[in-house]
Nanobody, 119 residues
Framework: QVHLVESGGGLVQAGGSLRLSCAASGRILSINVMGWYRQAPGKQRELVATITSGGSTNHADSVKGRFTVSRDNAKRTVYLQMMSLKPEDTAVYYC?????????????WGQGTQVTVSS
């Protein structure tokens, strides 16, 4: 089974910064897309940013210019650098990855990490 473990969440003031990390482990042949989603209380989970194995990125309009997704393929780790944080960024942030294992394709989620931005 493929496991994703997030780290780096916490409490920050508005205008501050945080860097999230997510490392993949398990029987993995290849990882295609890695990315981040978030879910605020009472709201639907939404895509934040994704990055392909080749380094192509996509960021939600709400975070463009503030957040940057990156990836270290050797470490099988994806990062989310969050700058100029706003209270509306408060949510549980979930890591996602898909790709292939020896028994077939996979799509996995991390357990989530809380990000709280105070005003």
């Amino acid at each position: 089974q493929v496991h994703l473990v997030e780290s780096g969440g916490g409490l920050v003031q508005a205008g501050g910064s945080l860097r999230l990390s997510c490392a993949a482990s398990g029987r993995i042949l290849s990882i295609n897309v890695m990315g981040w989603y978030r879910q605020a209380p009472g709201k639907q989970r939404e895509l934040v940013a994704t990055i392909t194995s080749g380094g192509s990125t996509n960021h939600a309009d709400s975070v463009k210019g503030r957040f940057t997704v990156s990836r270290d393929n050797a470490k099988r780790t994806v990062y989310l650098q969050m700058m100029s944080l706003k209270p509306e960024d408060t949510a549980v942030y979930y890591c996602y990855a898909n790709g292939r294992t020896p028994t077939g394709p996979f799509g996995s989620w991390g357990q989530g990490t809380q990000v709280t931005v105070s005003s």
